[in-house]
């Protein structure tokens, strides 16, 4: 099967790049769910609690975009395990497709990002395949220069 045509409007409605956590797979949704839960005074919160809000709103939004990714490739399983999509396969085809769009720096970012939500879904599940993935990618991460955004002062200005 081809892949969509993301120029179009309709493909773009059909195959958002980054699902949003009511769209994921149950047994991902409920792990998610359950890891955000905030804790009370006598019970422990989930594994995520201890995030800010704007850092699980992060990792929920880059584990989003791989299930983006997933279904837009028709990979998507909707009854697999939480985190189970994780897979060397799916990680390498995924890495493929952000290589096509996106700098180093950013694609390093989203494999970190998945697999920290990853960790926080399935806490019990060995992802250190992922950590040797990640640590690649940051050996050939090239950092674009930012020397662009420097202002310089002319030499007219003195202190008060």
Not at 28 to 43: H, M, T, V, Y
Not at 86 to 99: H, M, P, R, S
Request: charged share 25%.
């Amino acid at each position: 099967m081809s892949s969509p045509n993301f120029l179009d409007a309709e493909s773009a409605h059909e195959y958002p790049r980054s699902l949003p956590v009511n769209e994921w797979p149950d047994a991902d949704r409920r792990a998610w769910e359950d890891a955000c839960r905030p804790g009370s005074r006598l019970r422990a919160g989930g594994v995520a609690s201890h995030l800010a809000a704007v850092s699980r709103d992060d990792f929920a939004r880059r584990y989003g975009a791989f299930f983006g990714f997933l279904q837009r490739t028709h990979r998507l399983e909707q009854h697999a395990c939480a985190a189970a999509e994780v897979t060397v396969t799916n990680v390498e085809a995924y890495i493929e497709d952000l290589n096509s769009r996106v700098r180093s720096v950013t694609v390093w970012n989203c494999i970190y990002k998945l697999r920290r939500a990853a960790q926080l879904l399935a806490p019990n599940a060995d992802f250190s395949w992922l950590v040797e993935i990640e640590k690649d990618l940051a050996l050939v991460m090239q950092p674009r220069s930012k020397f662009d955004r420097l202002v310089l002062t002319t030499g007219s200005w003195k202190p008060a």
